[in-house]
Every structure is written in structure tokens, then in C-alpha cells.
């Protein structure tokens, strides 16, 4: 079986949405499943603890979460055109899995939601390939045979999947937003299945 991360941090839900669509598409995939998790956020007092199990949602991830995935899908608000800092807290705890190449190899790709169309969706995306390809990792992003991407008046990019939430985070996902995360899912997916990583 392979276990695909789904790895993200979100405030307001959108992010969270986007992450449900993802795993939709991996587990569209025979032999595929998504192993969802979330990190929590981060305090500038350094002594604030979080409980070690979220309220509601899936778990915390931990680094065994990125040993044990065949392929990970990352996910992140756009915060200033950058990822939200929770994320990045998590990912610059992983230089033991860095170090032992625990992701070398691994298909993996970004997703974003972001208040406003031309607010850093694509700045966001790259800021998250980055500690990626250090990583080591295979990116993928979405080719243009998938039309949505033709057709989206909101997000979508061949970056990867994108949301436009609107200045109060509430706008839905578009049809088009939706069958692109599920494509990145199903991508991810595919390209784990083709290369046995289980
Ligand atoms: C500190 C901060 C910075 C933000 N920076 C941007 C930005 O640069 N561009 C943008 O379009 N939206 C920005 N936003 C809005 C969030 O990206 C947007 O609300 C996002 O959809 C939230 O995702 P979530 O529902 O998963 O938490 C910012 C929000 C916060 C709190």
C-alpha cells in the first residue's frame, strides 16, 4: 500500500478543504491512501504547549510521517507570499530526515489558498518547493491537459492547485479549484504507483 502525506497547516479552513480534495484524488488510485495530518500552530511565547492531539481534524504530524510516506502533498496559506510559519517550524525540525534522505525520491507537490487572486498563490507554492528539493524529493505540478486550468477565473496553477478565499476566507471552492486538487491527489498517486515506492 502506498501511504501518501498529506501534510498542512490551516487557519480558517480553506487550506484544510483543499487537503480533503487532494486525498480524493490519491485514493482515486488503486493500491493508494492518504494519510492526512496537520501541524499545529506556533507562539511567540516560547513556554505555550499544545495539547499533542488537535481538538477536531486529523493528527499532528510527526517525522515518522515523512519516513513512512511514499509521497507527500504539501499545503499551506499564503502568508506575505511565503507558507505560513507554523509549516515552516515543522519542516525545519527535519534535518534528521534530511540528513538520512528519508524523502529522496519521493513524488510529492504544493497546494495554496490565498485571500486575493494575485496575492503570492504562485510566490507561496515556490517558498514550499524549496525546502522540497532540498529534500530531495520528484516535483510535480499540474500540466495543462488538465483544461480546468484553462478555464479558472479563481485559483489554479500549474505551480500547483491554488484557492482565491476572498478577503473574509469564506468563498467555496470553484468546480475548477476542486478538480485540480483532486488532479494533484491522483498525480502524486500515480507517480508512486509507477515507481513501486510503497
Ligand atoms: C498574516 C497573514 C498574511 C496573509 N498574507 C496574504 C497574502 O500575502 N496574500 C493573500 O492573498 N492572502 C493573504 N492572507 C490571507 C490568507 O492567505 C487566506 O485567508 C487563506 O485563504 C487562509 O487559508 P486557511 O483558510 O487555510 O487558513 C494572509 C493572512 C494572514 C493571517
Not at 527535519?94 to 513524488?107: D, E, H, R, V
Request: charged share 15%; glycine share 10%.
Amino acid at each position: 500500500m502506498n501511504e501518501i502525506l498529506v501534510l498542512y497547516y490551516s487557519r480558517y479552513g480553506s487550506t484544510a478543504e483543499m487537503a480533503q480534495y487532494i486525498a480524493r484524488g490519491i485514493e482515486t488510485v488503486p493500491g493508494c491512501q492518504a494519510r492526512l495530518r496537520t501541524v499545529p500552530p506556533v507562539s511567540a511565547v516560547c513556554e505555550a504547549t499544545q495539547d499533542a492531539i488537535p481538538a477536531e481534524g486529523p493528527p499532528y504530524a510527526t517525522l515518522d510521517d515523512l519516513q513512512e510516506c511514499s509521497g507527500l502533498a504539501l499545503g499551506s496559506p499564503t502568508r506575505f507570499g511565503n507558507m505560513a510559519a507554523p509549516l515552516k517550524y515543522f519542516i525545519d525540525s527535519t534535518s534528521s530526515q534530511w540528513l538520512s534522505g528519508a524523502l529522496i525520491g519521493k513524488p510529492a507537490g504544493v497546494f495554496t489558498s490565498a485571500s486575493s487572486l494575485h496575492g503570492g498563490q504562485e510566490t507561496t507554492l515556490l517558498s514550499m518547493m524549496l525546502p522540497l528539493l532540498h529534500h530531495g524529493v520528484l516535483l510535480l505540478g499540474l500540466p495543462y491537459s488538465e483544461t480546468d486550468l484553462l478555464t479558472t477565473t479563481s485559483g489554479g496553477t500549474p505551480y500547483g492547485p491554488s484557492h482565491t478565499a476572498g478577503s473574509d476566507s469564506k468563498q467555496p471552492l470553484s468546480r475548477e479549484e476542486e478538480n485540480l486538487c483532486t488532479a494533484l491527489g491522483k498525480r502524486i498517486a500515480e507517480t508512486c504507483a509507477a515507481l513501486g515506492n510503497a
